[in-house]
């Protein structure tokens, strides 16, 4: 089974920067769009950014020109840098990717929509 792990969170002051990483677990040999989503206390959990296997790139309009998307398919990764990081950016944020090919025993198989677990990152005033 394929497996998505967030790595970069932590604490920050208001107006610093932080990278998320984000590595899906090996013998895969394809994946489709990926993304990155968050949740605050409270809060429904939304679209930050998403990335798709040709590198066209997507954000929600309360992260343009502060985050930027990246993904480097040879090692199945998916990054966000995140810049100018404001008191509201808090939240656990979540990788996600919708179709992953990966291998079982040798045998290609699909499968849709995986999150990881989320890695928390906190923005002090």
């Known amino acids: 089974q394929a497996q998505l792990v967030e790595s970069g969170g932590g604490l920050v002051q208001a107006g610093g920067s932080l990278r998320l990483s984000c590595v899906a677990s090996?013998?895969?040999?394809?994946?489709?769009?990926m993304g990155w989503y968050r949740q605050a206390p409270g809060k429904q959990r939304e679209l930050v950014a998403t990335?798709?296997?040709?590198?066209?790139?997507n954000y929600a309009d309360s992260v343009k020109g502060r985050f930027t998307i990246s993904r480097d398919n040879a090692k199945n990764r998916v990054y966000l840098q995140m810049n100018s990081l404001k008191p509201e950016d808090t939240a656990v944020y979540y990788c996600?990717?919708?179709?992953?090919?990966?291998?079982?025993?040798?045998?290609?198989?699909?499968?849709?929509?995986?999150w990881g677990k989320g890695t928390l990152v906190t923005v002090s005033s």
């Open positions: 090996e013998n895969i040999f394809s994946i489709n769009d």
């Open positions: 990335i798709t296997a040709g590198g066209t790139t």
């Open positions: 996600n990717a919708d179709r992953i090919g990966y291998y079982i025993d040798s045998r290609p198989v699909y499968g849709m929509d995986y």
